[in-house]
């Protein structure tokens, strides 16, 4: 069984599952259609438990006498993925020091100094108080991964469990055309508890650090 796939990669597994190596009855945009289906609802899932599968991490740049910035919109301060509009930390590169995040009327909007403190408004990330000189932050965010195309780039999960998300999506298929899906579903139950058991020491939002040559790395990076 392959372990991490691209979006190609997948969709010729779904087709082997589907027994139907070229294109006749479903077609790539329906099978992609299923993989992103799957995608989604496997993340939700795992999200309800713990998004830390589900963060990247980018530095911004703030000005003298500014006082917000726009999330990460998969654009924005080079960032590969677009925020969901829930932080994690957001860092004072120079100091190290993490700012704590508070209610937008705890905002201090006419003060001025280093700001200890940060809300989330709407696109903005707003700091407690203009800055009095300009500042780099780290910032470290949750995400919703890019979807599931017929190209080369591998797919945005936890790479062990890439084929859960083509037993899943060949079931939908099947099941769209009243076939019968029980055999697949017997391997999507082993996957799904195989998934499971490796988010366990997630569930609860603990995250396991391990000091590397760059810094400290969070599990499954």
């Not at 800055?131 to 599931?148: C, E, K, N």
Request: net charge negative; proline share 3%.
């Amino acid at each position: 069984m392959v372990s991490s796939m691209t979006g190609a990669q997948a969709l010729s597994f779904v087709r082997f599952l589907l027994a139907e190596s070229n294109a006749e009855y479903w077609t790539d945009a329906k099978i992609l259609e299923c993989l992103n289906y799957s995608l989604y609802k496997w993340v939700a899932q795992i999200c309800s438990g713990s998004s830390n599968f589900f963060m990247n991490k980018c530095d911004v740049s703030v000005a003298v006498g500014e006082n917000n910035f726009l999330l990460p919109n998969g654009v924005l301060y080079s960032a590969a993925s677009a925020c969901t509009g829930e932080i994690y930390t957001l860092e004072n590169k120079d100091t190290g020091r993490t700012l704590s995040h508070v209610m937008p009327n705890d905002i201090e909007w006419n003060k001025t100094g280093t700001p200890y403190s940060y809300s989330v408004v709407g696109n903005y990330i707003y700091l407690s108080m203009n800055l009095s000189q300009a500042t780099d932050y780290v910032l470290t965010y949750y995400y919703i991964p890019s979807g599931i195309a017929n190209t080369a780039t591998e797919i945005d999960f936890p790479k062990m469990h890439h084929s859960l998300l083509c037993i899943d999506a060949a079931i939908l298929a099947k099941e769209r055309d009243k076939q019968d899906v029980s055999n697949l579903k017997e391997e999507r139950m082993v996957m799904e508890r195989a998934l499971n058991n490796s988010i366990g020491r997630r569930v609860h939002g603990t995250r396991i650090k391990y000091p590397g040559a760059g810094g400290i790395y969070f599990d499954g990076e």
